[in-house]
């Protein structure tokens, strides 16, 4: 009888760093669908529609911190979604670090929002990582109810950042970020090693974290990919 409660016990000990870890997994995915709901609610003063149909994936990092400690630049953590042929794929969890802020927003918790413009824009991340304004040409995005003040450079650009802080949104350039995906994270959302690329490129079942943010992004943006 002892042994058997211990053997529970331990059991016990052993699934609770894993949920732990879900959840917190779950929380960004949340977190994540509150920026896009937030930032898409005022139309003068958000992501243009006419840009995120466009778009290929969405990358959001909710909170990212500025100056975080032992990493001596910025960082964050969040979700990568991209388009599939029936809609959005299940999400990736990523990490973005380094860069400079083109545009400092003030605070040092900001939500960062890029927009994939294509899948070369993509494919670093789904080798490895991509380094923006590096691998991938990155621009500050414009925001409003359409993309006609876009520039050249914005319209040609791979990745379009847009970030928001205190309130504030803009579009603004963060050359220089990493950004990557984070196996030991998709793992502890699905439970399972999972292969970023295939979930990203082929689709398969949602999370039910992820839904949420997976039915905003569909409200706004319901285009199949080509």
Known sequence: MKRILICCCLL?????????SKGKQVDRLENAADVISEIMKIPEDS??????????????????????????????????????KNG??????????GGSFGLQLGGTSTDIVLLVMNRKGIDKLLESKVTLGGDASAAAGPKGRTAAAATDAQMRAEILCYARSRG??????????????????????????????????????IPD???????????????GRE
């Open 168 to 205: 504030l949104f803009a579009g603004i350039s963060i050359n220089g970020s990493v950004l990557k995906a984070e196996g030991d994270d998709n793992e502890d959302l699905y439970g399972k090693p999972v292969n970023a690329k295939m979930l990203l490129t082929q689709g398969g079942p």
């Open 47 to 84: 992501i243009p529609k006419d840009l995120l149909e466009k778009a290929e994936c969405v990358v959001v990092i909710p909170s990212m911190k500025k100056g975080a400690i032992g990493i001596g630049g910025n960082y964050g953590r969040g979700a990568v979604v991209c388009r599939l």
């Open 88 to 97: 959005w794929s299940p999400p990736v969890m990523v990490s973005m670090t």
């Open 209 to 223: 974290g992820a839904k949420r943010l997976i039915d905003l992004l569909t409200q706004y943006s319901p285009r």
């Open 12 to 20: 016990i000990l052993i699934s609770l760093p894993v949920h732990a």
